[in-house]
């Protein structure tokens, strides 16, 4: 039982580059969302998923696209990366549960570090 | 936003000491919940504190919730220098619950 593995690890990109990072879970869980952290800012939610097929904006989702083709994976994906998204990038997921009663914790990837030059 | 806000940034203390680290936040809210981050690392989930509830604990941990404030603390009792990290809430939103916003968090050194 894995958890939540993210790939890569760690990425340098020049400006105007694309990549996508990748986020994989092995519990089922149908949440999952991206983060991003930077100094002194914690986590903001850039865009999450509550199920195979569906995505959502989270605070700051300009830039970055994802998509849930699969319930284990969630794929976060720069266009034409810029230096302004430099940043670790973390993924999380949770269990299921309809209603604001049912709420569980999160499980977090280790981290994608990735700078834009 | 109602992202919640951490105070202090930043707090060393001595081991065997208290340390109480405070969030605010700004609308009315489902689940509160606190997570550390040691260096480098991942969150790890450390306790889950619902609307309805006042208090809970967790081992060295106690959180309380004061809904009417908007306001939560988290305490760690006796404190060990294993514990240095940083802190943060999270919370959903009474009409967003799928969403958790984080804070900036509390870094916390505890010294041998």
């Known amino acids: 039982n894995a958890g939540v593995t993210q790939t890569p690890k760690f990425r340098v990109l020049k400006t105007g580059q694309s990549m996508t990072l990748l986020c994989a879970q092995d519990m089922n869980h149908e949440y999952m969302y991206w983060y991003r952290q930077d100094p002194g800012m914690g986590l903001r939610l850039i865009h999450y998923s509550v199920g195979e097929g569906t995505t959502a904006k989270g605070e700051v989702p300009d830039g970055y696209n994802v998509s849930r083709l699969k319930k284990q994976n969630f794929l976060l994906g720069l266009e034409s990366a810029a230096p302004s998204q430099t940043s670790v990038y973390f993924c999380a997921s949770r269990a299921t549960g309809s209603g604001p009663s049912s709420y569980n914790e999160q499980f977090f990837g280790p981290g994608t570090r990735l700078t834009v030059l | ?112």
């Not at chain 2, 480098?40 to 967790?58: A, D, F, P, T, Y």
């Not at chain 2, 240095?84 to 919370?91: D, G, V």
């Not at chain 2, 939103?93 to 799928?98: C, I, L, Q, R």
Request: hydrophobic share 30%; with cysteine; net charge positive.
């Open chain 2, 1 to 112: 936003s109602q992202q919640g806000e951490e105070d202090p940034q930043a707090l060393s203390i001595q081991e065997g000491e208290n340390a109480t680290m405070n969030c605010s936040y700004k609308t009315s809210i489902n689940n509160l919940q606190w997570y550390r981050q040691n260096s480098g690392r991942g969150l790890v989930h450390l306790i889950l504190i619902r609307s309805n509830e006042r208090e809970k604990h967790s081992g060295r941990l106690r959180v309380t919730l004061d809904t009417s404030k908007k306001s939560s603390s988290l305490l760690i009792t006796a404190s060990r220098a294993a514990d240095t990290a940083s802190y943060f809430c999270a919370t959903d939103s009474k009409t967003s619950y799928d969403k958790v916003i984080f804070g900036p968090g509390t870094s916390l050194s505890v010294i041998p």
